[in-house]
């Protein structure tokens, strides 16, 4: 399956924990996206890498919430001292950098925090 | 900037009839439009997008949608519904560093 892929799937932690989810793009893409997708709500845009450049990282929810993509492959996104709104999927993208922005979009990570 | 409103976050329809769900957007340049499907704790598949060109876009199962710039409409359509159809579906448009702004959604109930 050469398809973005996410882990976990689930992550359950208790508040004031740390989190890290990891994103594997599509081997040939080399933009990467982060979202989040509250219950009820459309992806809402988080931050976004060209390459290993992050180029936009003004979205992140508060100084909370970090991202890396090292060598430009796969990512992390790293939520710190974990708070109950923090409860959310977590979705990330790739796309090849085209005019159109069409993105393709892995199955997501679920943070319960409790 | 640009932005998605979704009309009706639910929809009912019997198998068989016809889908339509709405999306209107606001933005300052020409847009690009998609629309995606979701399933129960999955991720988003593409359905269709608009770039440029024809203004009617054919889709993935059966799924269409026609761009309107008078409007600044962009509708999905399905002649027939079907049961496996039932999902959240999200329209949106792509901002200036080419990510999406999705509206949100719409859940489409498909009734026996």
């Known amino acids: 399956d050469t398809g973005v892929s996410q882990n976990p799937r689930h992550k359950i932690t208790k508040r004031g924990q740390n989190v890290t989810f990891r994103c594997d793009p599509i081997?040939?893409?080399?933009?990467l996206y982060w979202y989040r997708q509250t219950l009820g709500q459309g992806p809402e845009f988080l931050t976004y890498?060209?390459?290993?450049?992050?180029?936009?990282k003004s979205r992140l929810l508060s100084d909370r919430f970090s991202a890396e993509r090292p060598k430009g492959s796969f990512s992390t996104l790293e939520i710190q001292r974990t708070e109950q709104g923090d409860s959310a999927m977590y979705l990330c993208?790739?796309?090849?950098?085209?005019?159109?922005?069409?993105?393709?979009f892995g199955q997501g990570t679920r943070l319960t925090v409790v | 900037a640009q932005s998605v409103t979704q009309l009706g976050s639910h929809v009912s329809v019997s198998e068989g009839a016809l889908v339509l769900l709405r999306c209107n957007y606001s933005?300052?340049?020409?847009?690009?439009l998609f629309w995606y499907v979701q399933y129960p704790n999955q991720g988003l598949q593409l359905l269709l997008k608009?770039?440029?060109?024809?203004?009617l876009v054919k889709g993935i199962n059966g799924f269409e949608a026609e761009f309107k710039k008078s409007e600044t409409s962009f509708h999905l359509t399905k002649p027939s519904a079907h049961m496996s159809d039932a999902a959240e579906y999200f329209c949106?448009?792509?901002?200036?560093?080419?990510?999406?702004?999705f509206g949100s959604g719409t859940q489409l109930t498909v009734l026996p």
């Open positions: 993208a790739s796309s090849i950098d085209v005019e159109t922005g069409e993105a393709f």
């Open positions: 081997s040939e893409h080399n933009r």
């Open positions: 890498f060209q390459n290993e450049a992050q180029l936009e």
């Open positions: 933005s300052s340049v020409p847009p690009y």
């Open positions: 608009y770039t440029t060109g024809a203004t």
């Open positions: 949106a448009v792509r901002g200036s560093a080419r990510q999406l702004t």
